[in-house]
């Protein structure tokens, strides 16, 4: 059997929650590889609503769920959501749960700082959820990160603190900002400490111990390739590589485990905050779209931008991350309407081009050439079957797959887990 990574082929917000949950109820172990609790998945189960933001979707299934070191961990975040959970009768412990020890800390500081550049960019903000995931990075890379492990060791964190305060104390003297308050962050670490070290451990030692018994591994992504620190529409992306790659180096395992690359691919096309978009549409169409979607951050709540779909830039991003196989989510949304259209190619001040440019002018410059299909009146909503969807609805699906060169594995029709058609099962070899 196979291990599956799972990655969102667009601007994140796919619905990669629902298909992880699926996949992590058959999985042995589910991996977060990358991002913070800036990630927002919504589960559905049995008319039950689980929200999570942090944590692997396999821990409502019970799955054994690691938080592998590429993560930055926001300690009271974590906390607070393990305690949601527990309220909602999700079972978490240091048997289903295990974190990184090597894992960098999101800091109160950093969202300090955050908060305090979005104020300050204007028209040049980039749209962060102002969560310090960036700024965390940027200290991890930086050399002056306090990690997991040092909670165990908050006697001997003055070397670390005099590199951390050195930098900041010197950014937030530039917005007016008093000096870090030392013995604060320490006060704060102490009281979340042995809450995070129950789960603390070598989770590359335990992820190896897993993949020599044979178990299957469901690497889960977060966000999205076009929001890819390298890949993504620079600079409106995230601080970390979305791309499956990362899979690797953000949980300790090499490259060979990777295994079956699953994109997780919207029916449309949505982006959360600041950032080009060739696809948007600003009309009632586009409205529809967004209310039928439900298209609202699951962490900030935030309205997205809604378009149609880009074959473009699906057929980019599965290139770039060496998709296997794409989850098609949320075609129901597009049941009822006459016309639906795919953006097939772009122009760009005259010239017709296959790819999205990659400086940000240009990105705002192309003009989105589509290809209009008739859509289908009948209901996808629930269907568990290929041959149960509409002819117009698997003419349609037949011709993402076509334009994005990438065979469609799954099909989600609604956001219940089981309402969800499987033509290529990613676990099997």
Known sequence: MANVTVIGAQWGDEGKGKIVDWLASRADAVVRFQGGHNAGHTLVIDGEVYKLSLLPSGIVSGTMSMIGNGVVLDPWALREEVQKLEGQGVAINDDNLAIADNCPLILSVHRDLDALRETAAGKGKIGTTGRGIGPAYEDKVGRRAIRVCDLAHLDRLEPQLDRLCAHHDALRAGFDQPPVDREAILAELADVA????????????????????????????????????????????????????????????????????LGIVKAYTTRVGSGPFPTELDDEIGQRLGERGHEFGTVTGRQRRVGWFDA??????????????????????????????????????????????????????VEPIYEEMEGWSESTVGARSYVDLPANAIKYIQRVQELIETPVSLVSTSPERDDTILMKDPFED
């Open 194 to 261: 042995d809450f995070v070290l129950r789960f603390a451990q070598p989770v590359w030692k335990r992820l190896k111990k897993v993949r020599k018994a044979g178990a299957k591994i469901l690497f889960e992504g977060a966000q999205g390739v076009l929001l890819d620190v390298d890949h993504g529409t620079y600079p409106f992306v995230t601080s970390s590589n979305t791309v499956s790659g990362t899979a690797a180096s953000g949980s300790g395992l090499g490259p060979n485990a990777i295994g079956f690359v």
């Open 312 to 365: 473009v830039l699906v057929r980019q991003t599965c290139s770039i991350s060496g998709v296997t196989g794409i989850a098609l989510t949320k075609i129901d949304v597009l049941d009822g309407l006459e016309t639906v259209k795919i953006c097939t190619g772009y122009r760009l001040r005259g010239n017709v081009i296959d790819y999205l440019p990659t400086h940000s002018a240009d990105q705002a410059e």
